[in-house]
């Protein structure tokens, strides 16, 4: 069975607007590829929240911990994403907030 089995759509806003924002605007190319990350998971789970901790993230993104715990602050600034954790050393979840629909 190939690995990848399902697409994942990607709305005009995320490449046309967003990664203009991100990049450009507040020169955080890694928040744009987290997100990519988050927003991906979140549609194949059904937009459920994502569970994924920073090594996580990082191993499948190539970006180093620092860089990704850099882009979730960004991201949670934004208001594009909200991170919640049952307790201080729970794996956190990760709701992608599609606000622009």
Known sequence: M??????VP??????????RDLVLHD??????????F?????VRQRW????ASLRMIADDTGLSKSAVQTALDTLRYREL???ARIHATAVPTHRVLRHWI
């Open 2 to 7: 190939p690995r990848f089995r399902k697409t």
């Open 10 to 19: 990607v709305d005009d806003y995320v490449l046309d607007v967003l990664m």
């Open 27 to 36: 020169q955080q190319p890694s928040a744009f590829l987290v997100y990519l």
């Open 38 to 42: 988050l927003f991906g998971r979140a």
């Open 48 to 51: 459920r929240p994502v569970e």
């Open 81 to 83: 994403i909200f991170t």
